[in-house]
């Protein structure tokens, strides 16, 4: 168990999440180092984000230059899931492997760092399963309906691009999968260690019809460089494991954006 120091939390706190995307070494230094417009932006001096108050999402792109796409981007993320297209969409090629989960409370959600042996396919292109993490209530709606709960499943492909799966969670059993998290996710920001291998495959749905749509990630920097595959069969959680969550973060989602003139696609 490695829990972060004080300094070292502010950091993670405004860093954990971007630094994670933008690369495939989490190593904040690696991360300022490369030269790549879409992660050079965020800067050591960016300000905290929240998801209320002041530096909430309506004032993201003002709160850093490299953030304002979170503003002025017309292919943000998430959208409220409607009026989809059906496709023959071929099935998610994923393949996932067991591994030790590393847990992390970043403050600004709960998310598992992966061994980044995990991959999925997406139109020809590999990705590899960096990490997922959580949100509460659901970040993407369906019909302007809200989960209690959404889980993202973040890879990125050798490009840099990245490919997110969404999986909702509806309140129902206790998901002994999310629990194994839940067990060692800590209350306060810092990391814990897993002993056990997780089987991350645990937590996707049996039926895997999908949503598909190009999108940002939904933080700052808000950068427009995700390909989003979300699930429409939610999995389940206990009320008592959707309050836990909610415990921690009561409403770590950001609204839903404009479509503008994206296409959603649905698999038929
Ligand atoms: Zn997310």
């Not at 059906?86 to 996932?96: F, G």
């Amino acid at each position: 168990m490695a829990h972060t120091t004080k300094s070292a939390l502010l950091l993670s706190i405004c860093f954990s999440f971007a630094a994670t995307l933008a690369s495939a070494n989490n190593d904040p230094q690696a991360h300022h180092n490369k030269e790549n417009a879409k992660t050079t932006s965020h800067k050591t001096s960016a300000p905290h984000w929240a998801y209320s108050g002041m530096n909430g999402p309506e004032r993201w792109g003002e709160l850093d230059q490299g953030y304002a796409i979170c503003a002025s981007g017309t292919q943000q993320s998430p959208i409220d899931l409607k009026n989809a297209r059906l496709a023959p969409l071929a099935p998610i090629e994923i393949d996932w492997t067991p591994f030790l989960p590393t847990v992390i409370n970043n403050g600004h959600t709960i998310k598992v760092d992966t061994d980044k042996q995990g991959s999925m396919v997406l139109d020809g292109k590999t990705y590899t399963l960096l990490q997922f993490h959580f949100h509460h209530d659901s970040e993407h709606t369906i019909n302007g309906r809200h989960y209690p709960l959404e889980a993202h499943f973040v890879h990125q492909a050798k490009d840099g691009s990245l490919g997110v799966l969404g999986v909702f969670f509806k309140e129902g059993n206790a998901n002994p999968a999310l629990q194994k998290i839940w067990n060692i996710a800590p209350l306060d920001p810092g990391e814990m260690k897993a002993e056990k291998r997780f089987k991350p495959g645990a937590l996707l749905p049996r039926n895997r019809s999908y949503f598909r749509y190009e999108g940002s990630l939904t933080t700052p920097p808000c950068s427009e460089i995700v390909s989003w595959v979300v699930f429409d069969q939610p999995i389940e959680a206990s009320k008592a494991q959707i309050d836990a969550f909610a415990g921690l973060y009561a409403n770590n989602y950001r609204p839903v954006q404009a479509t503008n003139r994206r296409f959603i696609l649905h698999s038929q």
